[in-house]
């Protein structure tokens, strides 16, 4: 490849919102065969909000997400964002939390007054020794929400859903990228009903659901046997070390800053449809080399 033609590849990503961080990404894109796709803040909006309180018996809404917007209002994840600001909307009275413990991928544990709390999927409630009532569980994944159980002092407390927009144009991109040849794989913490549900809406036929944010880059490593090259499009949040992972990785969305440091290329516009536009941008790049 002449280094020529590389920069001017680059300079034309640049005007066209795709930054390219090395040269070689460039050449490389044209030969991905397959894209794992991250579903939160890549696939969706990456900004989800509560759709759904759905209290046990014995509890109100409100003191459902008093007692989870307590516990979440110590941690990072958007999920958490989303409870707090929907007790903040309902002007609802949030207590201090003591204790907490986040784990990435399952969700968080702490004491509110002198109450224990868990929060989380399905499977870390199940570790904590709650029973759930899990036909209700898969009602609310089966409409592509994310779970949010909660149980307190060991008992189940009711259920958050929490819904994520799936992002306008994701699914044309899947096509654009599906009519290059490549297969699309979609990797996500979130509940296997959760998945399936987004997946269909994007026209995904391949996902992996339940997947911890430190298994994600074994899975893109293992999608990449017998030497095929394989690409990872994420937004930084959990899966830097994926994007590290892959072949050539995109960062797509919200500027996480992490994401750009990790990615090959960073797509400026929040689109799948910048992978493709990068993929096409290798090919014509490689074509003016040969
Ligand atoms: P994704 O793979 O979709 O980016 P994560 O790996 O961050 O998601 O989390 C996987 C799942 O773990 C989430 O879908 C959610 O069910 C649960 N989870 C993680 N953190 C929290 C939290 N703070 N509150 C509630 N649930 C959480
Ligand atoms: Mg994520």
């Known amino acids: 490849a002449t280094p020529t033609a590389?920069?001017?590849?680059?300079?034309?990503?640049?005007?066209?919102?795709?930054?390219?961080?090395?040269?070689?990404?460039?050449?490389?894109?044209?030969?991905?065969?397959v894209l794992a796709v991250d579903k939160t803040g890549t696939l969706t909006e990456g900004t989800p909000a509560v759709s759904d309180v759905v209290p046990s018996e014995g509890w109100s809404r409100e003191q459902l997400l008093a007692i989870a917007a307590a516990l979440e209002q110590t941690s990072g994840h958007p999920i958490a964002a989303a409870i707090v600001a929907e007790a903040r909307a309902q002007a609802i009275a949030v207590a201090a939390a003591e204790g907490t413990v986040a784990v990435a991928g399952k969700g968080v544990?702490?004491?509110?007054?002198?109450?224990?709390?868990?929060?989380?999927?399905?499977?870390?409630?199940?570790?904590?020794?709650?029973?759930?009532?899990?036909?209700?569980?898969?009602?609310?994944?089966?409409a592509g929400k994310t779970l949010v159980a909660v149980a307190v002092n060991g008992q189940f407390a009711g259920l958050i859903g929490v819904a994520d927009r799936v992002r306008a144009d994701s699914a044309a991109a899947v096509a654009r990228l599906k009519a290059r040849g490549l297969r699309v794989?979609?990797?996500?913490?979130?509940?296997?009903?959760?998945?399936?549900?987004?997946?269909?809406?994007?026209?995904?036929?391949?996902?992996?659901?339940?997947?911890?944010?430190?298994?994600?880059?074994?899975?893109?490593?293992?999608?990449?046997?017998?030497?095929?090259?394989?690409?990872?499009?994420?937004?930084?949040?959990?899966?830097?070390?994926?994007?590290?992972?892959?072949?050539?990785?995109?960062?797509?969305?919200?500027?996480?800053?992490?994401?750009?440091?990790?990615?090959?290329?960073?797509?400026?516009?929040?689109?799948?449809?910048?992978?493709?536009?990068?993929?096409?941008?290798?090919?014509?790049?490689?074509?003016?080399?040969?």
């Not at 034309?12 to 961080?21: E, H, I, S």
């Not at 992996?208 to 899975?219: L, N």
């Open 6 to 33: 590389i920069m001017v590849g680059t300079g034309q990503g640049a005007r066209a919102g795709m930054l390219v961080k090395n040269a070689e990404a460039l050449e490389l894109a044209e030969k991905i065969r």
């Open 109 to 142: 544990s702490g004491r509110v007054d002198g109450r224990s709390v868990v929060l989380g999927t399905p499977d870390f409630l199940q570790e904590h020794g709650v029973d759930l009532p899990l036909a209700a569980c898969e009602n609310l994944a089966a």
């Open 185 to 290: 794989v979609m990797l996500t913490g979130d509940h296997a009903a959760t998945a399936a549900a987004i997946a269909a809406q994007t026209g995904i036929d391949d996902w992996r659901a339940g997947v911890m944010p430190g298994e994600k880059a074994a899975v893109v490593k293992s999608l990449s046997r017998d030497g095929v090259r394989v690409g990872m499009a994420g937004d930084g949040i959990n899966d830097a070390p994926a994007l590290a992972a892959a072949d050539v990785s995109f960062a797509i969305g919200v500027g996480a800053d992490v994401a750009m440091e990790a990615a090959d290329i960073t797509l400026v516009r929040n689109s799948l449809h910048g992978v493709a536009d990068a993929i096409d941008l290798s090919r014509a790049t490689l074509s003016k080399i040969r």
